[in-house]
């Protein structure tokens, strides 16, 4: 007797999906955290900000796309300024957007720019602890 497709991959196949809470938890991040002990507050700080910026830069040339082809009445009306009035709510959209927590993209930049700086941060380090050591 033949065993239809979804007979032989039952037992592989979970039965139940990961709940939204589990997809959603945060993740521990050892690399980050340990980045995170290198890096001043201050630089933290910086980088969380440009990475929100850098995220409500990405979102307003999404937004803007996705506007560019609406014509006709609407809040601005069918004027010649309408495109500028249209750009400048554009982009108090995105950066509204971003600072509320965006699509995840600043989240990643932070992580990156962290790293970065915990890196060269340990290369500059290192390399003035070896210059100190060695004698002349």
Known sequence: MA?????????????SMPSAAAKTAPRTDIEL?????????????????????????????????MTSGVKGEGPFGD???TGVWRSMLTEQYSKNFAKAGGVGISNDVFRTLILQQAKSSNSSSNSASSTSTATP
């Open 3 to 15: 065993t239809s497709f979804v007979d032989s991959y039952a037992g592989r196949v979970p039965l």
């Open 33 to 65: 955290s340990e980045a995170l002990t290198k890096v001043s507050p201050k630089a933290q700080a910086k980088a969380k900000a440009t990475a929100t910026d850098f995220e409500a830069m990405f979102l307003n040339s999404m937004f803007s796309q």
């Open 79 to 81: 004027t010649p300024g």
